[in-house]
């Protein structure tokens, strides 16, 4: 069958990246496997636990969910872009200060769904935040420090 | 996944064009279903037509009627203004379904030609299923039906279409256009699925490279209220068991023009309109809808594993008029 | 004592918020060779031929191993193997998701799309699947623990029962679920062999793949630097990771295997289901006069693993007659393992239904019923408790949660819509303690740095350890770094069966000791302070001084019973037209020893509650026995809680100091959590509706169409 690798710019954290991808290729093993951006996680790979939830032009999605070759061209904010500098973004100090995590492994994704959610305007209360975030599982089970969490980077000053 | 061939396309002729001599192209749109059944097996296209440039993306309002481009995403439609002011019951449906990583991905239109979630037919190896390969045999029937449609089914299949949001759109009477090769047609969404009879592989009308490019909803009567109500093993994040879409006018204390669908119950939303017109009129406190009630899905055949699909369809309508008609 | 988080607790929060943690399936290797297994389609037979030219039609295949192709591998004896019999290595099936062919290949992409293009023949042999249609076939193993236990006389016990229950209960086929799917990277440099593993236990890793490989432990370096969630999978060895070495070394080339969804459910273990009998009798004063405890589950055709769903009933009444008895069913399916909470975590939900169901037919409150059949002292072994603080449990759990106000009758709570329904149970889970040794070293500028081959896995090991090391020498907690997760660093057990504060911690503990010890040595002055030790060691002319220490459970300890216990208290709603069960409210009060981490105890206790919610309402692996496999190998058929189904939680410990179960003061707090949840919650919905359900999970049917 033609295939062959298709090469794509995709903007990774506000920089251009150039890769060659199989058409196969998810955008989140293209962030994992060809950039080494492997801040987000495969958790399912079907989109049913949200660990590679990145922004794409702004907007939560599962990586896992689209093909790298769709996204030419497009916008995708990683873990790894999310703090500027030695700053770290609001909503990752909040996760620091309410212990909204355990083994870390889906935190990638919980982060960047929940800047989603906020930028959403869905994190207005703590009922909303556990509906605006259920398309993350913690298997370890931090829901209620990570509810905490986004609410407090939400209702904060100067919050995101 | 198997290879393919991948090829972006601008225009809608074009798309059409080369999935005409693409006989196992598909067309690829938001792609959270099909690459999941990709990934899976279900689905082996040798050929992806991405449409996502295609101009479909509009959501736009006038005195006759909603028209949404089958590429908005299913967060675009809830969130709009006009939509959250007019159609609430479409905002309901689609925010109780998938997760807000999904909706800001998945198309309006890939939403109604979503594959059922029947687990066998989903199955990452092959077991026999007659939707996935027409002829295998059905291993839903005698396995685990709890998921399974009790009504609209057929001996060779079971299986319960999906979508929330499709529920809510049949209760409202809406329609799909469609667009194939030198042929333009509009079909009524409640006409666009077809029961599992002789090809069960086959989910709807959708003639082989027809694109659905818009769907349409006809105004509503200012007094018109409605609410989607869906029941499902956790909070969120998860397929109806059984859903149900009422929509109703208020007229002084009494409901007209009732419409309810149910979804997670039959292999397409399935319209209840014996129970509809024994509801026209009654009073909006539902005092004496319950014989109404106790006919829903009456001609159902469910199986031992999903027979309190029934019961609880009945309840979930009972719900929906409810809290549609301000007397929960 | 209420306990609220800090912000920069958790002292690898740092990495983890910024996606810098480092996970096994993250680490990159100079021409990796990625794995995929094609399983097995049948339950029970032999693999007749294997066809995998379409599957070498891929491009980037490198190689395909079969049963006829696959180097020889001896069988699998070591102890810390979760299936004995490696895949491959045998033309014969025994279970649906065995492996039959490796696929190795340049590319992700390729290998799972060649694994997929595999075609097997086989000749199909009859399978069972489904343990209670061989009910009959039931077989005693020997395992850790006994079978049977059997204290009085049960009969003359039931005799004198003025009051009797006898029901039988279900719990279900569950999995882990850890969102890290278990990976392994494997490198082969021609002496050593280096192996990044997503595992619970380094030192079980090294012991099991020296023994396969052939290779002095010595030339084997297990890295686990962060594992995303075990909860038991990744407890034992499985196949996927001796062939990841196998397969590193036969190439030359590193080898990364990275299981699928998929195959997590059939390629490291699962909770078996358990059909449990209970028979309680009493006096119409509510005392116990006869326990019976009957526990089934499935288990490998191959492998033994004895879910010991009765342990918690030996131990938790006061009662002068309780037998206890446990068997397992051969089934045609992988190997069940260890899975948050074992044993107990099953068990309870039998036991602490009947008590809810005892309490009902002697028009009794059910709290009062335990208060009232508490255990002084063990009551199957006799052996005095190494510590209990239950009955503070109770006392705080009940005034917390508002108990008193609990109306009796079931229906009696009713609130708008909803039947409101407030139930109870215990909690209880015996203390496992492993040795384990560690080394502290502490540098001029003052620091130390704590060294042990212990893993962290989310509970917080990188966090607690300081703060143990921080009271014996006297310094902040900041200034001391843990490293772990690598077997060249102190051997240090699994991280399983909640032992890691009290076997590691006491070794860090004896270590720091060490380390003061030769520095009050070193001091030029007796009175030592903890601000003068770099001073001391500039003194010495060091850079730096370590010490070691190891610590093991003394003999005169097994003297005691150890457990740690609980009390929960549920609050549920059920919406009398729909019937969907949610809970709404939560409390637990623990008694675990001494608490070391609060912040991190209290969230191992959230979490466990919330696994509770699932094992109650809905976790549950369904098998098509049909077809010998499971239904939906996924997390949308195989539904775990999310947030929106998690109510406010509240979590006491009581205060106390365990001096037997370890020098900290300390038991196990990590899996205590989830235990005595689902049958509170079971207890609340018959409070709420009237209708008693005797299995888990429980969902919107059991509750249609009564009340």
Same mark, same amino acid.
């Given at each position: ?32 496997? *060809? ?7 495969? +958790? ?7 660990? *590679? ?17 769709? !996204? ?25 200060? !309410?212990?909204?995590?355990? *083994?870390?492994?889906?935190?990638? +994704? !919980? ?5 989603? *959610? ?16 259920? +398309? ?25 | ?29 938001? =792609? ?42 299913? &967060? ?16 309901? &449906? ?14 309006? =239109? ?28 059905? &291993?839903?029937?005698? =396995? ?99 859903? #149900? ?46 014989? #109404? ?31 549609? #008609?301000?007397?929960? | ?113 060649? $694994? ?104 084997? @370096?297990?890295?686990?630097? %962060? ?12 196949? %996927?990771?001796? %062939? ?161 106000? @609990? ?131 500039? /003194? ?75 094992? $109650? ?12 496999? %499971? ?32 020098? /900290? ?43």
């Amino acid at each position: 069958m033609p295939t062959g690798r298709i090469t794509i710019t995709l903007e990774v954290n506000g920089t251009p990246r150039v890769i060659a991808v199989d058409p196969r290729t998810t955008l989140l093993d293209a962030l994992r496997e *060809c950039l080494g951006l492997t801040g987000t996680k495969k +958790g399912c790979d079907h989109g049913e636990c949200g660990a *590679c939830t990145v922004l794409l032009d702004g907007r939560r999605i599962n990586a896992c969910l689209t093909l790298a070759v769709m !996204q030419e061209g497009h916008r995708v904010t990683t873990i790894e872009g999310l703090a500027s500098g030695a700053a770290l973004h609001p909503v990752q100090t909040a996760f620091l200060a !309410q212990d909204a995590f355990q *083994c870390g492994f889906c935190t990638p +994704g !919980q982060i960047l769904s929940a800047v989603g *959610c906020i930028a959403e305007g869905r994190a207005t209360t703590r009922e909303t935040i556990r509906e605006g975030m259920s +398309g993350n599982l913690c298997r370890c089970s931090a829901y209620p420090e990570i509810v905490e969490a986004v609410f407090l980077a939400a209702t904060q000053p100067g919050s995101p | 996944m198997r290879p393919f061939h991948y090829e972006r396309v601008s225009e809608p002729v074009k798309a059409i064009a080369i999935r005409a001599v693409a006989p196992n192209g598909r067309y690829l749109a938001g =792609g959270t279903d099909l690459l999941t059944l990709m990934k899976d097996g279900v689905e082996c296209p040798d050929h992806l037509i991405d449409i996502n440039d295609l101009p479909f993306r509009h959501i736009e309002l006038d005195s006759d009627e909603l028209r949404i481009g089958a590429l908005a995403r299913l &967060s675009d439609v809830a969130d709009a203004e006009l939509v959250r002011r007019e159609y609430p019951l479409l905002t309901q &449906s689609i925010e109780a379904a998938a997760s807000a990583q999904v909706r800001n991905a998945a198309s309006i =239109g890939g939403n109604l030609l979503q594959r059922t979630r029947c687990p066998y037919f989903r199955s990452e190896t092959v077991v026999p299923c007659n939707k996935r390969t027409p002829g295998s045999g059905c &291993s839903a029937i005698r =396995g685990d039906q709890r998921t399974l449609a009790v009504v609209g089914t057929s001996a060779v299949c079971s299986a319960a279409h999906p979508s929330d949001l499709a529920v809510a759109l049949v209760a409202l009477d809406a329609h799909v256009r469609l667009e194939g090769a030198g042929s333009t047609r509009t079909v009524a969404l409640r006409q666009f699925y077809q029961t599992p009879d002789t090809a069960p592989d086959q989910d709807t009308i959708l003639r082989p490279g027809e694109l659905i490019v818009e769907i349409v909803v006809p105004r509503l009567d200012p007094r018109t209220v409605g609410h989607y109500a869906k029941v499902r093993d956790r909070a969120s994040f998860s397929f109806a068991l059984v859903s #149900a879409a009422v929509v109703l006018r208020r007229d002084g204390d009494q409901m007209r023009n009732v419409r309810i669908a149910l979804g997670g119950v039959a292999p397409m939303p399935w319209r209840l309109p014996a129970v509809e017109r024994a509801l026209e009129g009654t009073g909006l406190d539902l005092r004496g809808v319950a014989g #109404a009630l106790e006919t829903i899905l009456a001609d159902a055949r469910p199986l031992p594993g999903n027979q309190f699909k029934v019961s609880l369809a009945r309840a979930v309508v009972h719900r929906a008029l409810q809290l549609a #008609a301000g007397a929960a | 004592m209420t306990i609220r988080p800090q912000s920069g607790h958790r002292v690898d929060g740092l990495v983890k918020v910024t996606g810098r943690a480092r996970y096994a399936g993250d680490v990159a290797a100079e021409g990796v060779v990625f794995g995929c297994f094609a399983t097995s389609d049948i339950p029970a037979g032999k693999v007749t031929s294997v066809d995998t030219t379409d599957a070498e039609a891929e491009p980037g295949v490198v190689r395909i191993w079969t049963h006829e192709n696959v180097p020889r591998l001896p069988k699998l004896t070591h102890a810390a193997a979760g299936e004995s019999l490696l895949p491959l290595q045998t033309d014969r099936v025994t279970f649906e998701g065995q492996g039959i062919a490796l696929v190795l290949a340049e590319t992700l992409e390729a290998a799972e799309e060649a $694994a997929r293009r595999v075609r097997a023949t086989y000749e199909v042999e009859p399978a069972q699947t489904d343990f209670r249609m061989a009910l009959d076939q039931r077989v005693v193993i020997d395992d850790w623990a006994p079978l049977s236990t059997s204290v009085g006389d049960f009969a003359a016990g039931l005799g004198r029962a003025q009051v009797k229950v006898d029901q039988s209960y279900r719990t279900a086929d569950r999995h882990h679920h850890a969102i890290e799917p278990a990976a392994v990277l494997a490198i082969w440099d021609g002496r050593e062999m280096l192996v990044h593993d997503s595992t619970q236990w380094g030192y079980g890793v090294r012991a099991a793949l020296a023994q396969v490989l052939g290779l002095p432990p010595t030339q084997i @370096r297990v890295v686990s630097e %962060y594992v995303g969630g075990g909860f038991g999978a990744k407890g034992s060895v499985w196949p %996927y990771e001796v %062939y990841a070495a196998v397969a590193a070394r036969e190439l030359g080339r590193p080898v990364k295997i990275v299981l699928s969804r998929s195959q997590s459910f059939t390629a490291h273990g699962y909770q078996p289901a358990t059909d449990q009998r209970v028979i309680l009798g009493a006096t119409e004063d509510g005392c116990l006069t006869a326990v019976r405890h009957e526990s089934i589950n499935p288990t490998a055709i191959l492998d033994d693993h004895i879910e010991h769903g009765t342990l918690g009933t030996r131990s938790m009444y006061q009662c002068p007659a309780i037998e206890t008895q446990e068997h397992v069913v051969r089934v045609h399916r992988g190997s069940p393992t260890f899975m948050r909470t074992p044993h107990e975590g099953p068990g309870m939900v039998g036991l602490e239904i009947a008590m809810d169901e005892l309490a009902y037919a002697l028009h009794l409150d059910p709290l009062e019923l335990r208060r009232r059949n508490y255990a002084e002292h063990d009551p199957t072994n006799g052996k005095p408790f190494s510590s209990n603080a239950l009955r503070e449990c109770y006392d705080i759990g009940a005034e917390r949660f508002g108990w008193a106000r @609990r109306t009796h009758p079931p229906k009696s709570m009713r609130d708008g819509n909803d039947w409101v329904g407030w139930g109870m149970g215990n909690a209880l889970m015996g203390t496992f303690r492993f040795g384990a040794s560690a080394r502290t070293t502490l540098t001029r500028d003052g620091r130390v740095r704590i060294e042990t081959g212990s893993q962290e896995i989310g509970t917080g090991t990188r966090t607690t350890l300081p703060l143990v090391a921080a009271e014996i020498l006297g310094i902040p907690a900041d200034r001391i770094t843990v490293s772990l997760g690598d077997t060249n660093l102190p051997e240090a057990g699994g991280t399983f069966g909640s032992s890691t504060t009290i076997g590691v911690g006491s070794a860090v503990r004896e270590a720091a000791t060490q380390l003061r010890h030769r520095l009050n040595q070193l001091a030029a002055e007796p009175g030592l302070q903890p601000h003068e030790y770099g001073e001391v060691l500039a /003194l010495r002319g060091l850079d730096q001084l370590a010490a070691e220490g190891g610590w093991a459970p003394s003999k005169e300890s097994g003297n005691f019973a150890m457990f740690a216990f609980g009390a929960v208290f549920a609050e549920v709603r059920v919406d009398a037209l729909l019937r969907v069960p949610r809970v709404t409210r939560l409390v637990g009060a623990y008694s675990v020893g001494r608490v070391i981490d609060p912040i991190g105890a209290r969230a191992q206790i959230t979490g466990g509650m919330i696994w509770g919610i699932g094992q $109650a309402l809905m976790e549950s692996s369904t098998m098509d026995h049909a077809l010998g496999r %499971y239904v939906s190998k996924n997390l949308t058929g195989g539904l775990v809680p999310v947030s929106a189904d998690v109510p406010d939680l509240e979590v006491h410990f009581a205060d106390e100091f365990d001096p037997h179960a370890s020098p /900290l003061g300390a038991r196990g707090v990590g899996e205590i959590g989830p235990v005595g949840v689902a049958p509170a919650i079971a207890n609340a919905v018959f409070h709420a509706t009237g209708i008693r359900i005797r299995e888990v999970p429980i969902r919107v049917e059991h509750l249609m169409g009564e009340g």
